[in-house]
């Protein structure tokens, strides 16, 4: 996914940067540690394409002021920058202090265009995925959790960064019926629309139920992910003797909980699961996801085996479906499984 860098010099880094993997950074990350690209001329990479935005250059968590922005590497090198201030270049992801600096340097940073998990998924695939978009169902991508998010790679394969953004939204991807990349994100099955209702007489057996999960209340959303984070050693000056930026930069993400402790009461065996891990970066827009994930996840869901035969070409996953069985009736499923082989098909629905 990443390309790397050739350490010979310029925008190839130094000797030291050869075979290295070059930083790929989508979206909004907040104290991330850039790149030494050119020790001896004191600029950094942070990521491995342009930036909308740098902020928050900081030096043992002491902000530094900026001052320009260069278009080009060469004018950056060739920029007088005082010290105890920084410069970029925007085009290139760089940045060039105008001293050394007495600790680690860290940045906040935005990259151009959309920075939804859906936008950023989308990014992955059209650009170092090099798929066109005959090749994926982006509308699907939709689904995703909203909000400004972000994510940082030093190497791995477009699969893998995929999977971190879509996990991250709360989401699931895979291949629909045409071959196209496609994406969806579990919601409440009685509040979408029916897309196919399978009759009664296309069940080939009788449904099985699976065994479920139990319902949860209490769902945490860790939102705003640290790129380093740094202890009171690490720190200095005023940030070092403030117990609120000490504990910020301390902590590798914040969390927003939702919870209702009546459905504990209702379902003793109800769960507490592992933060969801996202890319966003608003309290708010994290909030919000674990309010929703709790009105899904807070009741009873149940599982089923069907097979529907040869009708099973007629969804793909995500599509939500009514069923005409006694066992069924009068509510709607996500197929969240399909097996098949020839005309012989059996989905698991959830609902």
């Known amino acids: 996914m990443c390309s790397t860098y050739a350490g010979t010099g310029g925008l190839e880094g130094d000797a030291n940067l050869a075979g290295k993997a070059r930083p790929l950074m989508l979206g909004v990350k907040r104290n991330l540690a850039p ?7 004191l600029v950094w990479q942070i990521g491995g394409g342009p930036l909308a935005e740098v902020g928050g250059v900081r030096d043992r968590g002491i902000g530094l002021a900026g001052t320009s922005d260069y ?3 060469a004018a950056l090198l060739a920029a007088s920058v005082p010290a105890g201030r920084f410069a970029t270049c925007l085009t290139q992801g760089l940045i060039k202090l105008g001293s050394p600096p007495a600790g680690q340097v860290t940045v906040d940073a935005r990259s151009p265009g959309d920075t939804s998990h859906a936008a950023i998924a989308l990014a992955l695939l059209r650009g170092p ?4 978009d005959d090749r994926i169902n982006s509308a699907n991508f939709g689904a995703l959790v909203p909000g400004v998010a972000g994510f940082l790679w030093a190497g791995g394969t477009v699969t893998q960064a995929l999977n ?3 996990t991250a939204g709360a989401g ?15 919601l409440p099955p009685d509040a979408v629309a029916t897309q196919v209702t399978f009759e009664r007489w296309m069940l080939t057996a009788e449904p099985s139920e699976m065994a479920g999960t139990a319902p949860r209340w209490r769902q945490r959303v860790a939102y705003r992910a640290l790129g380093v984070t740094q202890t009171a050693t690490d720190l200095a000056g005023l940030v070092a003797s403030d117990p609120g930026l000490v504990a910020y930069f301390g902590a590798a993400y914040q969390l927003a909980t939702a919870f209702d402790t009546a459905i504990s009461a209702a379902y003793p065996s109800a769960v507490d699961p592992a933060p969801l891990i996202t890319g966003l970066d608003s309290e708010g827009d994290a909030a919000a996801v674990a309010t929703q994930l709790l009105a899904l996840h807070g009741v009873r869901r149940r599982r089923w085996r069907v097979r529907v035969g040869k009708w099973g070409n ?3 996953l995500g599509n939500i479906v009514a069923v005409d069985h006694p066992k069924l009736a009068d509510r709607n499923w996500i197929v969240v499984a399909a097996d098949e082989a020839g ?3 059996t989905l698991t629905l959830w609902g």
Request: hydrophobic share 40%.
């Open 164 to 166: 971190d953004v879509v």
């Open 35 to 41: 790149q030494p690209l050119l020790a001896a001329s």
């Open 343 to 345: 005309d012989d098909k």
């Open 172 to 186: 699931w991807w895979g291949s629909d019926r045409l071959g196209r990349i496609t994406a969806g994100r579990l």
């Open 71 to 73: 278009p080009t590497l």
């Open 129 to 132: 995925g090099g798929l066109s």
């Open 314 to 316: 007629l969804v793909d």
